[in-house]
């Protein structure tokens, strides 16, 4: 008998934050991957900005800043994000994820 083992990568509220005049919107709502699968988190902005940053807070907790990334790609293990200000988006894909990567992850502009 196999035994499934799931990873709970993110549970990210589909908010649409304004601050200064920004709105960013994330999503998707909620993300439930099994351990080794891969998947994408979004965040889009109303406006262009400067810099934008990935932070991952564990449960209980503190925030961790994952990257900062004004522009193009930027990789630290198996997560990867990418942002294009012209387009105003960045996105944080997780690849081949594992238990440890179970957190909330945000991301923040400038």
């Not at 990210?12 to 699968?37: F, N």
Request: net charge positive; proline share 5%; hydrophobic share 35%.
């Amino acid at each position: 008998m196999r035994r499934l083992l799931g990873a709970v990568l993110g549970l990210l509220c589909t908010h649409v934050y304004c601050v200064r005049g920004v709105q960013v919107e994330q999503s998707p709502p909620a993300l439930i991957l099994q351990e080794g699968a891969s998947s994408t988190l979004r965040c889009n902005f109303s406006t262009s900005v400067n810099n934008v940053q990935w932070f991952r807070q564990n449960p209980g907790g503190r925030l961790v800043n994952l990257f900062y990334v004004p522009s193009g790609t930027k990789w630290n293990g198996n997560l990867k994000a990418t942002t294009d200000p012209k387009e105003r988006r960045s996105s944080l894909h997780v690849s081949s994820s594992q238990t440890t990567d179970s957190a909330t992850y945000f991301c923040a502009v400038e």
